[in-house]
C-alpha cells in the first residue's frame, strides 16, 4: 500500500463536518485533495498520507513530523487507478 497515489473522498467516513466543527479541525476541507501513502504501519485502518498540498493553507492542524502529512482511515481514501 505504501506510495500509493490517493485522493482524500470523505473525512470520517462523512462528506461534511458537524455543525459547529472549528476551522483547524475541518479536515473535510481536504476532500479531493491527492497525496501519496508514506506510512501504511498504522493503527485503526490508518495510514500516513503526505499530501500535494500545503496542509497549512487549508489551515487544519497538522502536526505530524512531517510536514503536510496527516494519519487518515484508509476508508476515507480513493486509491489511483483503482
Same mark, same amino acid.
Given at each position: 500500500?505504501?506510495? #500509493?497515489?490517493?485522493?482524500?473522498?470523505? !473525512?470520517?467516513?462523512?462528506?461534511?463536518?458537524? #455543525?459547529?466543527?472549528?476551522? #483547524?479541525?475541518?479536515?473535510?476541507?481536504? &476532500?479531493?485533495?491527492?497525496?501519496? &501513502? &508514506?506510512?501504511?504501519?498504522?493503527?485503526?485502518? #490508518?495510514?500516513?498520507?503526505? !499530501?500535494?498540498?500545503?496542509?497549512?493553507?487549508?489551515?487544519?492542524?497538522?502536526?505530524?513530523? &512531517?510536514?503536510?502529512?496527516?494519519?487518515?482511515?484508509?476508508?476515507?481514501?480513493? !486509491?489511483?487507478?483503482?
Amino acid at each position: 500500500m505504501k506510495s #500509493r497515489i490517493v485522493k482524500l473522498k470523505t !473525512f470520517l467516513g462523512t462528506t461534511k463536518p458537524k #455543525r459547529g466543527t472549528l476551522g #483547524r479541525d475541518n479536515y473535510w476541507k481536504l &476532500i479531493g485533495v491527492k497525496g501519496k &501513502i &508514506i506510512d501504511d504501519s498504522g493503527t485503526n485502518d #490508518r495510514v500516513l498520507v503526505l !499530501f500535494e498540498s500545503n496542509l497549512d493553507d487549508y489551515q487544519v492542524e497538522n502536526h505530524n513530523p &512531517i510536514k503536510n502529512s496527516l494519519w487518515i482511515k484508509t476508508s476515507d481514501l480513493a !486509491f489511483e487507478n483503482d
